[in-house]
C-alpha cells in the first residue's frame, strides 16, 4: 500500500514509479478487452436478429408481392452494417491496448465498448422490427 510506503529517502524517481504502479495496475487492460468484446458481441446479435426477421418478410414479400422483393432486401442490408460497426470500433479500442496502461484508459475503452454494442444490439432489433413490418 502506498501509505505504508515511508515518504523521506524516497527519490523522485522512486515516487513517479509508486505512481505509475498505482494508477497503471495489471488489470486495466481487461476492460480495454472487454469493450472490445463488447464492441463485436452484442453488434453482432443485433445484426442477426435483424437479418433473421428481415429475411423471414423478403421470403413472404417475394410470394406474395415479387415485384417489391429487392426494396425489402434493403432491411437485411442494413441489418449487415450493423457487425461492420462493431468490428471496427472493435480494431479501433484493440489499436490502443498495451500491458501497462492507466486505469482510466481501460474504462474508457470498456464504455466505448458497451456503447457501440448496445447501439447496435437496439438498431438491430429496430431494424428487424421495421424490416418484418414492411414485408407484410
Known sequence: MPSQVPLS?????????LMSA??????ASFFGAMGCAAAIIFTV??????????AGAIFSSG???PERLMQNTLCAIMAQILS???LVSSVIISGDLVEKMPLHQGFLQFGAGV??????LAAG????????????
Open 9 to 17: 529517502g524516497m527519490t523522485v524517481d522512486d515516487m513517479t514509479l
Open 22 to 27: 498505482e494508477r497503471c495496475p495489471i488489470y
Open 45 to 54: 446479435i443485433g445484426a442477426s436478429y435483424g437479418t433473421a426477421k428481415s
Open 84 to 86: 461492420i460497426y462493431g
Open 115 to 120: 456503447s457501440v454494442g448496445l447501439c447496435g
Open 63 to 65: 410470394i406474395i408481392r
Open 125 to 136: 432489433f429496430a431494424i428487424g422490427i421495421v424490416g418484418d413490418a414492411g414485408g407484410e
